[in-house]
């Protein structure tokens, strides 16, 4: 088995209760100009005056964009920049969901190398580094804190898009689960499952052959040894916690697992990728307007039911991180429980178990397994190949709720 292994990761990653504070210090560094880009949910909390009070202690000086929208129309990326161009900021804060967090790195993109937003969708194609980033979630989450992507929405095409490269790393991830209490339960659960299935897709993606051009040429180079540490370990994290954060957001243990395991989930797949159920999810979400964590979430047991042959050991070692015991069961039995387990998890946190339910309509099964095959680098990350009728499968099955017509496919 090959021991490649490859983590691109933040310059410094700050953890626990109350790190939010140390916002000041870490952003004195870069400068005397912060732009800090987050919503208006936040800007009506006592937060953000604390974070710009934080700043200004240190000699950071900051102006707020507080209209991020979710999912981050392309417009919105416009608006975000005029209003950063005059102040010319040394840096820039990303504070929210994932949204407010990819608002910040293409923010910084665009403030630094000009130019058209569409000029960057794909892989490899910001050409430097851009204006030091750092981001604080309030989600757990997407692990946009910690991940080279940002993805957007461009009214000009059907599906969101991915801006991908090593440069959109933030400098500082600061990873307060202070910041998340105030998560109501559906979104906990959404953000958790979507950071979940991150963990099972990095931890299962496909292994590629190390040439010592792997890094260069891929920016997700698929599982390997890094990545696997982080992967299962977040899984072990989020999966007995999921549903005690969800029923009681002031568990304030609950809400540190997760967001330990978000982080780590994000430097799992920031290097491995995603693969099928991200793929699927993206029509799924164009057609759908559900959230992406719903639909990824959805989507997972299907997929793992596909891939269940490819990944025997891996959903055995799921299995285990779960909490199930290996005692007397063989691997084929343990993989199965592991299928089980992700999905009465999300049974139990309330996400839809068919694409029916999320309102999928029927007619569009094929269009959406066409468009799925459209996001390559998830698609080819994919332990067992893929092809437009195989995804069809994947597609209908999870429509109907029927995991069985794709066991030992
Ligand atoms: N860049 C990446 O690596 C990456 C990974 C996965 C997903 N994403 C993207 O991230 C976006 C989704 O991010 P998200 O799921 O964090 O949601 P979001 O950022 O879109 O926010 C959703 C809603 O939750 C609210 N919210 C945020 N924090 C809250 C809190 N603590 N309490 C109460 N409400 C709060 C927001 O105000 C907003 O109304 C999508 O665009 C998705 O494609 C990016
Ligand atoms: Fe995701």
Known sequence: MSQFGLLRAPGAILFGAGQRHAVGRAAR???SRALICTDKRLASL???AELQQNLKAAGVESLVFDDTQPDVPRECVDRCVEHARGFA?????GIGGGSCIDLAKVTALLLTHGGDLSTYYGEFRVPGPVLPLIAIPTTAG???EVTPVAVVSDAERTLKVGISSPHLVAHTAICDPELTYGCPPMLTATVGADALTHAIEAFT?????PQSDLADT???VGKNVLSDQFALRAIACI???LAAAVSDGQNVKARSKLMLGSLLA???FGTAGTAAAHAIQYPVGALTHTAHGVGVAALMPYVMEFNRSACTSEFAQIAEAFGVTRAGRSLEKLADTAIEEVASLFASVGIPPTLADLGLPEPKLQWTAEQAMGAARLVKNNPRPLDVDKVLRIVEAAFAGDRSSLRFS
Request: glycine share 10%; hydrophobic share 45%; aromatic share 8%.
């Open 46 to 48: 006592p937060d953000l």
């Open 218 to 220: 891929h920016v997700f």
């Open 29 to 31: 560094q870069h400068g």
């Open 205 to 209: 993606a496909l292994r590629r052959a």
């Open 89 to 93: 900021p040394n840096l820039v804060i």
């Open 142 to 144: 997407t692990g946009s």
């Open 266 to 268: 994000g430097l799992a």
């Open 239 to 241: 999966a007995p916690y």
